[in-house]
């Protein structure tokens, strides 16, 4: 994210095409960006370039959120701000869940904010707690050599899917309430770098995910997960809503040939990826 001063009378805000604003915020098509600038109360006299190696929406791995994160923070550091991550996050939650309505949780605000590994924690009252996992660089790597990111090609809105499983909430509350389980258990199986146990939690929770909505998952995308766990994968999941996006796999270094290739071989393309600890941060600023 950039954000740089420019006419002082005009707004142009630069991603996948270039939008030029000379009469109001409003004619930004960008909701993210315009509803920040407007959060912040920025009227105009500012460029906003935004630049992602990933697709930008409709993957599952909080691209969309992680965007409202960066240009909140890109146009606080333009307007002279300090701000903590805590509200970063906020500012995103109100952006995307209240001014947009948006649907979805809060979590993949709060992870792009604080980055790292975090056990995330919102009570009835909507408060979020932030617990930073406890390990040390060493586990880190060990992390960092033992995860795999697969592109399935598929981008799909996760709205259809959130609307559906928060309409079927008081059917489900068996599944959610053991998935919160499972959260606290892989917490703790990553404190402890137990790469089986970190697999095979990913997978239950997988399970569990697959009975809250029709669209989560299909035959191809089973079969893609039961592709790698036939090649050494100690478990994985398709991440976010489900439909498609990126699938997200446990494998130990001696396995990760064998998994890239038998599903290279499908049509999966692997995205390397490393663990952030420093969540939204200002590179450069003047």
């Known amino acids: 994210m950039v954000a740089e001063n420019f006419v ?34 920025i009227p105009s006299g500012i460029q906003v370039i935004t630049a992602t190696q990933m697709p930008s929406r409709g993957t599952g ?12 923070n890109a146009l606080h550091s333009w307007r002279g701000d300090r701000v903590g991550p805590r509200q970063l996050a906020r500012e995103a939650v109100r952006i995307e869940r209240e001014i947009l309505r948006e649907p979805g949780g809060v979590q993949d605000q709060y992870t792009a904010a604080y980055g790292g590994l975090n056990l995330i924690q919102v009570d009835r009252d909507d408060t979020v707690s932030v617990q930073s996992l406890q390990v040390d660089h060493d586990g880190l790597e060990t992390l960092n050599q033992s995860l795999m990111l697969f592109f399935t090609g598929v981008e799909r809105p996760s709205s259809t899917i959130h609307v559906h499983q928060a309409s079927a909430v008081e059917s489900h509350l068996d599944e959610y309430r053991t998935m919160k389980d499972l959260a606290r258990m892989t917490a703790a199986a990553i404190e402890k770098l137990d790469l089986p146990e970190i697999g095979r939690l990913m997978e239950e929770n997988w399970e569990l995910k ?24 100690f478990g994985g999941k398709l991440m976010g809503a489900g439909g498609g996006g990126f699938l997200f796999f446990v494998v130990p270094p001696e396995h990760q040939h064998d998994v890239q290739h038998a599903l290279g071989s499908l049509g999966l393309m692997r995205k390397p990826i490393r663990l952030d600890i420093r969540g939204s941060s200002l590179v450069f600023e003047e």
């Open 8 to 41: 002082p009378s005009e707004i142009r805000v630069s991603y996948r095409i270039t939008e030029d604003a000379r009469q109001s915020i409003d004619e930004i098509a960008h909701s993210s960006i315009r509803e920040a600038m407007r959060l912040l109360q």
């Open 61 to 72: 791995i909080g691209s969309s959120s992680s965007c409202a994160v960066g240009v909140l």
């Open 210 to 233: 697959r009975r809250l909505s029709e669209g989560v998952t299909s035959p191809t995308i089973d079969e893609w997960c039961a592709v790698a766990k036939r090649n050494g994968a």
